[in-house]
Structure formats: C-alpha cells, structure tokens
C-alpha cells in the first residue's frame, strides 16, 4: 500500500506542500433552486478568486428517507437554524439540493472560465452520476465521513479526493483516511472542520492546531472548512494554521436567505478573504492576523481535537447516516441492498454505515418496518 501523497494537482493546480492554499467556494442550497443564480455564483466565485467551486450531489431520495418518524424531523436543539426547525430532512432536502440536470451545465460553464468544479457525493449512485460529467476530484462532507460504503466507490475512482471530518472521533477519522488509502485513493487532503454553524466564532474555539496534527498524523494535505459567520477563521486556518486547502460557503446575497444563508459570505467577503491569504503567503503574515484581530498567532489555535468540540456540534452529529429499513422486512428474509440502506439521519440504531457490508446476507429477526434504524437485535 502506498503512502498518501503531500501534494498532488487538480486540474492543473497544485494542491498541498509546496503550494498556495486551494481555496473552494461551496455553493450548497445558496442558489435558491434557480439555476441562473447558480450560474451567477460560479462567476462570482471566478471573480472572487477561488481555485474551486464545489456542488453537493444528492436528491432527497438518495440522501434520506421519505419518512415523518421522529429520528426524521429536524428539531429546534440548541442553535439549529430555524428555517430548519420543525421540517423533515426529506422537505429539508428537496428545498437546498443541486438539481443534477443542472450540474453538467455548471460543469461546462465552470471548464470555459477555467476554474475547476467538482462536489460532494453522498451515496454510491451521485459517485456514478458524477464519473458520468468527468469531475476532477471528489469531496466527502464531515458528516459522510463515516459512510465506509460509500469512501469505497469514491475511492474505486482513483480520483484525489478531499475529506472533511468534522464531527469524527481519531478512531473514525483514521478508519476513513485508511479506507480510502486501501480502496485506491492516493491524492487525499482531510479537513478539519467546525460544525457549530456560530454567528459569533471564536478564533480560539476552532481548535487550529488540528489542521497540523491531520498533517502529522495521517501523512496527507490538511486543511479547514468552515461553517461557521465571516471569514477570521478561514484566515486564521490558512496564516497560523498552516492549512493548505479551506473552503468557505458562497452566496449572493446573505439577505435571500437559506438554510446555509447567516455562515455563508457573499462576493466582495470572499475575495477579501482570498486576499488575505494571498498577502500573507507573500510575507504579509503578522499584518494580516491584526487586520483580522488575531493578535496572538499561538492563543488562537487552540488545542488539537478530534471530534465534537461542544454541545451544538454533538447534537448535529444526528444527521450523520445510519443503516435503514428502506421497505417492510418480513422475518427471516435476508438483508439485502435493495432492503436496506445507509441513509441519514444516524438514528438509535446500533448498526452503523461500517457494518453495511457485513449485515448482508443475514437474516431479519422479526418483522421490520419500513424507515426502522437497524439494530442487532434485530438480526438472527
């Protein structure tokens, strides 16, 4: 098995040791369902300076289960959203997905400016679909990163791929990087990343050191996405913690609303924060910090952690996916992959998304119903 590589090219950029920091414009829902205004993002994202802009995969009924069990609504714990709140995740969904008719034109239209396209997939058939449009690389999301059947397929591409691990343990984290480094992955970065989606982050709550820790640890690129308001902290991440790669939602116009609308940044935001980055790779690096109000480069890294890092992000930890009845089981009928699936959200059930493979074959102990999370008790 080879060693990860410490830096590597995607469409020509180079990415990881040696490089200047591959910044990536997440676009998600901040579209709006309008493919004009996804058009317009992939032009500001152009304008603003990005290396890349990146697409989410998924439709409704390959990320979730048209389900109204409680495990399927979004409650209103901690600092949820409220556009969130009271809705299942398969409404949710519906409402912020990338319609994939439009991302092979996005693709195209990406190619003619001349800044690389790529996204997130979040089941094994988005994998297919987007080995169909020929994108460079792959993104795995922080909360897919425990989804080891679908690491397996993105990793059968032999593509770079680009891992965030969010809301993963050390023990999940490795498991992840090492799935994909046996399954035929080569070119990987990990990034660290805070999923607490705060208004008012605190620079030193990020736990920056992380990024470098990744580095160390795992032998690949590190980096920081961020989902939390404004840009300090993905600057902060680039000048003091050494990442390489971070990527940071765009939008329009943070007015228009959304699920991803208070974390994301608009045009002039985002090119501010290419700037800074740039200035600081150009020597600029303690005049950058005090522009940003970081006027002690070692306070603000924090410590290195590893999953969670509080209580919002342990209850996010939810939407993680699980293993599912995706139709009524009889008992004694065999689990399948047209019976069952790794679906979102986690769910109370015992069986996790690293068990899949392992729980076909074997036979349901009782009865089970449709949209029912999976546990060993409920197998022979």
């Not at 999953?307 to 009889?330: C, H, L, T, Y």
Request: hydrophobic share 40%; net charge negative; proline share 4%.
């Amino acid at each position: 098995m080879e060693e990860m590589r410490t830096s590597f090219k995607i469409g020509g950029r180079g990415v990881g040791r040696g490089n200047p920091c591959f910044v990536i414009a997440e676009l998600s829902g901040n579209h709006h369902q309008r493919y004009e205004e996804a058009v317009e993002l992939v032009r500001a994202a152009v304008a603003a300076g990005a290396d890349a802009v990146k697409l989410q995969t998924y439709t409704p009924d390959t990320i979730t289960l048209n389900s109204d069990k409680e495990w399927f609504v979004v409650g209103s714990e901690g600092d949820r959203p409220e556009s969130w709140q009271n809705r299942t995740l398969y409404d949710l969904y519906q409402t912020d997905h990338t319609p994939w008719e439009w991302q092979p034109k996005l693709k195209k239209f990406a190619d003619e400016l001349g800044i690389v396209l790529f996204s997130s997939a979040f089941d094994e058939t988005a994998v297919d679909f987007l080995e169909s449009m020929g994108v460079l690389c792959y993104k795995i999301a922080s909360y897919e990163a425990v989804h080891i059947p679908l690491l397996k397929k993105v990793a059968g591409t032999g593509k770079p791929v680009v891992m965030s691990i969010g809301f993963a343990s050390f023990e999940e984290a490795e498991l992840a990087a090492r799935t994909l480094q046996e399954n035929g992955t080569k070119d990987l970065a990990v990034l660290h990343c805070v999923t607490s989606y705060s208004d008012t982050p605190k620079v030193a709550d990020m736990n920056l050191r992380t990024i470098r820790d990744v580095a160390e640890r795992f032998g690949v690129v590190s980096g920081f996405s961020d989902n939390n308001a404004g840009i300090t902290v993905p600057v902060a991440a680039a000048v003091a913690g050494g990442a390489k790669v971070v990527e940071k939602h765009l939008i329009l116009d943070r007015s228009l609303g959304g699920a991803d609308a208070r974390f994301s940044i608009e045009p002039a935001e985002f090119k501010r924060m290419v700037e800074l980055i740039r200035r600081a790779e150009a020597g600029e690096k303690e005049v950058v910090l005090k522009e940003i109000g970081v006027e002690d480069a070692e306070l603000a890294m924090g410590k290195v952690h590893y999953g969670p890092a509080n209580s919002q992000e342990e209850e996010n930890k939810v939407f993680r996916p699980g293993v599912w009845a995706k139709m009524d089981i009889r008992k004694g009928e065999a689990f399948t992959r047209e019976n069952i699936r790794v679906a979102r959200p986690t769910g109370p059930g015992e069986i996790m998304p690293k068990d899949f493979e392992a729980l076909l074959g074997k036979r349901a102990s009782q009865d089970i119903a449709f949209a029912t999370p999976l546990s060993w008790e409920l197998v022979e």
